[in-house]
């Protein structure tokens, strides 16, 4: 079956410093790949996504690109801000499955 | 427009009681999903709805879990009689179509002692 690794946090940085969250997943055929984000006290919301192979999804200095010869999407920001604090979900739908199968989640904290 | 409500925000109850959890969509989002997560865990799916249709409820994990979605507007989802492991936090999700963005709700976090 289809499953998503993200890596585990919390994860705490500094304003300004680099961001890499990894993720790697497991599916069968050309799944497409997200990431959701949740701040504090607000639903889920779609960061970005990645529908096939080499394609690079970005968002608000977000970006992540779907590498299939390494099963990964890893995000990435090359300078994260207080606001990015926030729980990040790394996702996929696969094929014509359109449930989609979430990693456990990384909590960012950014500090001033 | 208003985005996808859910209702309680919080909900505390002790085990063998019962908990009703209700989800408005996105008007005229005829995709209605519930997700849930464990605390720790992944975010699982429970149930999709497409108007008052279930179409799919592979992930409802036992009989004691009952979703509606009466007219096809807003769903509930009830938990009966409540056990220590449906602690975490319910989601629910729409869509115009399937296989859409998906537009989340804050979630119900869910406490049984």
């Known amino acids: 079956g289809n499953s998503v690794t993200q890596m585990e946090g919390p994860v705490t940085l500094s304003e300004e410093a680099f961001l890499t969250i990894n993720c790697t997943y497991t599916a069968t055929g050309y799944p497409s790949l997200f990431w959701y984000v949740q701040y504090p006290g607000e639903g889920l919301q779609l960061l970005l996504k990645?529908?096939?192979?080499?394609d690079k999804g970005s968002n608000k200095g977000f970006e992540a690109t779907y590498r299939k010869e390494t099963t990964s999407f890893h995000l990435e920001k090359g300078s994260v801000q207080v606001s990015d604090s926030a729980v990040y979900f790394c996702a996929l739908s696969g094929g014509s499955n359109y449930k989609l199968t979430f990693g456990k989640g990384t909590l960012l904290t950014v500090n001033p | 427009e208003a985005g996808v409500t859910q209702f309680p925000s919080h909900s505390v109850i002790e085990k063998g009681q019962t908990v009703t959890l209700r989800c408005d969509p996105i008007s005229g989002h005829d995709n209605l999903y519930w997700y849930r997560r464990v605390m720790g865990k992944e975010i699982k799916f429970l149930l999709h709805f497409v108007k008052e249709s279930k179409q799919d409820e592979s992930g409802m994990p036992n009989n004691r879990f009952l979703a509606e979605r009466t007219g096809g507007t807003y769903s509930t989802l009830k938990v009966q009689p409540a056990e220590l492991e449906d602690s975490g936090v319910y989601f629910c999700?729409?869509?115009?179509?399937?296989?859409?963005?998906?537009?989340f709700g804050e979630g119900s976090r869910l406490t049984v002692l």
């Open positions: 990645a529908t096939k192979a080499d």
């Open positions: 999700a729409s869509s115009p179509r399937v296989a859409g963005e998906l537009f």
